[in-house]
């Protein structure tokens, strides 16, 4: 998901909403380059497999994928699902594409899709195509989670919400890895009260942070605290994650600070 995208969403129709959140992923130079392919004409019509978390909405010949993408999308939901003792109360619609280039550029090619796949329209959905589908599933359900948590009139900052997605999804790319590192030995650290939008890495680095610091719990509580701080008029997020004790807040900072100089040396 693009930083822009909880202003798409709640732009969109609500059937529109997650669909967002897939076409929005920044395709490299060489996808964005491809003209686009749409469904190969080899595949035949739509069809849906159940599974216990998921209607996974998919194309005659695409079978040969489909227990490895039901096994992979149920296994990251199992684990988000830990992390944030939150369980959805729908199943999700996943649609599954061929390739990158069959990701919908826009809203109304997404829509198009949604309704040539069967998906039940009025919900969200989740839209990942098979060649990427291993290393984005678990952030985009991610999302979900996100999504279902947070009540609706909150706008929690992007770098919370792709942060905590990057956190689940558990590796660090080498070359992110590498500006955290460079940025931390120049002592480029921006305070957690002055992430901006696109701060994605910081938040990654902070929930990872926050995991390993204060359990399971903490995630919840930091994203559910990030929309409190909308409602109770605190100034920045690390006095949402504790509201009542400014030595705490304090003590936050200076933790987050040790933690990155211990992993980005
Ligand atoms: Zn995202």
Same mark, same amino acid.
């Given at each position: 998901?693009?930083?822009?995208?909880?202003?798409?969403? *709640? %732009?969109?129709?609500?059937?529109?909403?997650?669909?967002?959140?897939?076409?929005?992923?920044?395709?490299?130079?060489?996808?964005?380059?491809?003209?686009?392919?749409?469904?190969?004409?080899?595949?035949?019509? $739509?069809?849906?497999?159940?599974?216990?978390?998921?209607?996974?909405?998919?194309?005659?010949? *695409?079978?040969?994928?489909?227990?490895?993408?039901?096994?992979?999308?149920?296994?990251?939901?199992?684990?988000?699902?830990?992390?944030?003792?939150?369980?959805?109360?729908?199943?999700?619609?996943?649609?599954?594409?061929?390739?990158?280039? @069959?990701?919908?550029?826009?809203?109304?090619? =997404?829509?198009?899709?949604?309704?040539?796949?069967? %998906?039940?329209?009025?919900?969200?959905?989740?839209?990942?195509?098979?060649?990427?589908?291993? &290393?984005?599933? &678990?952030?985009?359900? &991610?999302?979900?989670?996100?999504? @279902?948590?947070?009540?609706?009139?909150?706008?929690?900052? =992007?770098?919370?919400?792709?942060?905590? %997605?990057?956190?689940?999804?558990?590796? $660090?790319?080498?070359?992110?890895?590498?500006?955290?590192?460079?940025?931390? =030995?120049?002592?480029?650290?921006?305070?957690?009260?002055?992430?901006?939008?696109?701060?994605?890495? $910081?938040?990654?680095?902070?929930?990872?942070?926050?995991?390993?610091?204060?359990?399971?719990?903490? =995630?919840?509580?930091?994203?559910? %605290?990030?929309?409190?701080?909308? &409602?109770?008029?605190?100034?920045?997020?690390?006095?949402?994650?504790?509201?009542?004790?400014?030595?705490?807040?304090?003590?936050?900072?200076?933790?987050?600070?040790?933690?990155?100089?211990?992993?980005?040396?």
């Amino acid at each position: 998901m693009s930083g822009s995208t909880q202003i798409i969403r *709640q %732009a969109l129709p609500i059937a529109l909403s997650i669909v967002a959140v897939t076409w929005l992923v920044p395709l490299s130079a060489a996808q964005s380059a491809a003209p686009p392919r749409k469904d190969s004409g080899r595949l035949g019509p $739509w069809t849906v497999r159940p599974t216990d978390h998921f209607d996974i909405y998919y194309r005659r010949g *695409q079978e040969s994928r489909l227990n490895e993408v039901a096994r992979e999308a149920e296994r990251a939901y199992l684990r988000i699902s830990m992390d944030l003792e939150h369980t959805l109360a729908n199943k999700v619609p996943l649609i599954l594409l061929q390739t990158n280039r @069959d990701l919908p550029q826009h809203p109304g090619e =997404a829509y198009t899709i949604v309704r040539a796949s069967g %998906a039940p329209d009025g919900v969200d959905h989740m839209m990942l195509s098979l060649e990427s589908f291993s &290393t984005r599933v &678990t952030h985009e359900l &991610t999302h979900q989670f996100e999504f @279902d948590l947070i009540p609706r009139p909150c706008r929690v900052p =992007a770098w919370v919400l792709e942060g905590l %997605a990057d956190h689940e999804t558990g590796n $660090w790319i080498s070359s992110e890895r590498s500006a955290l590192r460079a940025s931390v =030995a120049a002592g480029l650290i921006p305070a957690v009260a002055n992430f901006a939008t696109g701060d994605r890495l $910081w938040g990654h680095a902070l929930f990872d942070f926050i995991m390993a610091e204060y359990g399971t719990q903490g =995630a919840r509580r930091y994203v559910l %605290a990030a929309c409190e701080r909308q &409602t109770s008029g605190a100034e920045n997020a690390r006095d949402a994650f504790d509201l009542a004790s400014t030595e705490v807040s304090k003590e936050f900072d200076r933790a987050f600070l040790r933690y990155l100089r211990a992993q980005f040396n």
